[in-house]
């Protein structure tokens, strides 16, 4: 390895020691040359030589450039659970059968997936302890890695980087870790904001997957063109670039993350075999007996529609039909479960294709529903609850807020408004306030009351379905009658409807 000797400058002020460093490299013949001598003006400097290793010096001197134009800095830093390397029993996977894999599977990828006992323990001990833990995330995979593959091939990368969402974030777009580092690829709040990912009360674009990704492919790309390895550009993505550089000063110039893991973070130490472990399953997931279903909802069998008037997720699953869990999936950028509408900020809402026509066909009347429900809220007197109506939930195992809101046939925005719920995680146990839809209510208005007596009052009507019904068309046949009062008198779980089918469109 060529060593260099280069100027370091003490001065009492670190800042003016870092600016004349920087300002005392320059290129020559495509390779950095040390001044011999610094500005006679700072004839007070005390120069000193030591050594440095130059191909750290000069990933520290990209990574610098790169700060200086203002583009990602902070780091990515979500911490892996820690691994232990210690060899595992795992006789379904032989040594020699694994060895052979990963051969054939480092064929194929840019990445160094080249066998040793560590890997092996890693590899094994997920088939071992984690199988149910693999399934779910196989199963979540179907809907997310269309739409990663997409955004790194735009950008020329491999498309196996799509494993690192998993190491990351377990594809949970709110995942957030205990330094601030949100959504599927874990940016920190700087990072996202530096890289356009929009960050308010209402929005974290940090948890929106085509954004992030976005995002999370121009950063790879970038420190892919400092150190020229995926395995490092991987580790610093985790820990950062001057981690990545020190490490490659203490291994004595080290490019090979083997070589330079012992000299990283502990939690990066574990990150690439974490990753190139759960390559390894994903790829070879059958022949472990996997399975790969297809998904309840594929990305393909969505769209997007921008929305051009404040909604909540809550509205748009009474005119549409689609449950609330499913659209707080589809938009997990919505911190609130409201959509709002900024000027110069184009949200949009994802619906399933199936619906998307029923949605914009009756937009206004939709929107004019989520207006008039705001104006509403938005009364100098605050709706008050009659206090002897109110009851008490005890959170079970299994249970959340849709399925708890459906029980009470209330809203889940309001058991968070009830309760001051900031997210939709509830802990089994939890007491929740809950004021059931037939509670007394003391309002100005008196059309809500009269609404609700023709929803819960009369007889019970049977309405048959046609061709091109759906629930939302239907409830509009029937004054003071919702979507999911259609799926609660008839047992529907989903939104989907056939011809002749018979349907209660009142309470018996």
């Known amino acids: 390895m060529t060593f260099r000797f280069f100027t370091i400058v003490f001065l009492s002020s670190f800042a003016i020691c870092f600016s004349q460093v920087k300002d005392s490299l320059v290129v020559t013949d495509g390779k950095k040359e040390t001044l011999k001598q610094i500005n006679t003006q700072k004839d007070s400097l005390l120069i000193k030589k ?126 957030k870790s205990r330094v601030g580092a949100t959504g599927l690829w874990q940016f920190m709040y700087t990072t996202g904001k530096m890289y356009g990912l929009d960050v308010s009360s209402y929005v974290d674009e940090r948890s929106d997957p085509i954004k992030s990704t976005e995002a999370a492919a121009k950063y790879l790309s970038k420190l892919y063109e400092i150190f020229g390895d995926w395995d490092l550009a991987l580790a610093a993505y985790n820990s950062g670039p001057g981690n990545v550089t020190k490490a490659i000063r203490r291994s004595g110039g080290y490019q090979n993350y083997w070589n330079i893991r012992h000299n990283l973070p502990r939690e990066t130490a574990g990150y690439l075999p974490a990753f190139l472990a759960t390559m390894y399953i994903f790829e070879y997931a059958e022949e472990h007996g996997f399975t790969k279903p297809k998904p309840e909802v594929a990305f393909f069998e969505t769209d997007t529609i921008r929305v051009k008037q404040m909604i909540t997720l809550d509205q748009i699953s009474e005119a549409t039909g689609v449950e609330i869990e499913e659209l707080q999936f589809l938009n997990p950028s919505y911190k609130l479960d409201i959509i709002p509408v900024v000027k110069g900020e184009n949200y949009t809402l994802r619906l399933p294709r199936t619906v998307i026509g029923d949605f914009v066909t009756n937009e206004e009347h939709i929107y004019g529903l989520a207006k008039a429900e705001f104006d509403k809220r938005e009364k100098p007197m605050p709706q008050l609850f009659d206090s002897n109506t109110k009851t008490t939930h005890r959170v079970r195992s299994g249970e959340f807020l849709g399925l708890i809101a459906r029980k009470y046939s209330v809203r889940v925005s309001d058991i968070k408004k009830w309760n001051g719920l900031r997210s939709n995680n509830l802990k089994i146990g939890q007491r929740l306030t809950i004021y059931p839809k037939n509670a007394t209510v003391s309002t100005t208005s008196s059309t809500s009351k009269s609404t609700t007596s023709k929803a819960t009052s009369g007889s019970s009507k049977i309405y048959t379905v046609r061709s091109g019904d759906s629930l939302w068309s239907i409830s509009q046949k029937f004054s003071g009658v919702s979507v999911q009062n259609i799926k609660d008198w008839n047992g529907i779980s989903g939104s989907k409807l056939k011809p002749g089918m018979k349907l209660k469109v009142s309470k018996s």
Do not use: C
């Open 50 to 175: 030591v050594e440095d290793n130059l191909l750290a010096a000069d990933f520290d001197q990209k990574w610098l450039e790169e700060l200086y134009s203002n583009s990602l800095y902070d780091t990515i830093y979500n911490s892996i659970t820690e691994l232990t390397f210690e060899e595992v029993d795992y006789p379904e996977l032989s040594t020699e059968l694994l060895k052979s894999r990963l051969a054939d599977l480092s064929a194929k990828t840019p990445f160094n997936v080249e066998y040793n006992p560590g890997l092996e323990s890693v590899i094994k001990s997920y088939l071992k302890n984690r199988r149910g833990s693999f399934q779910k995330l196989i199963n979540l995979s179907a809907f997310y890695f269309p739409m990663f593959e997409r955004e790194l091939d735009n950008h020329d990368l491999p498309l196996e980087i799509k494993y690192l969402a998993i190491v990351e974030s377990a594809l949970k777009p709110r995942a």
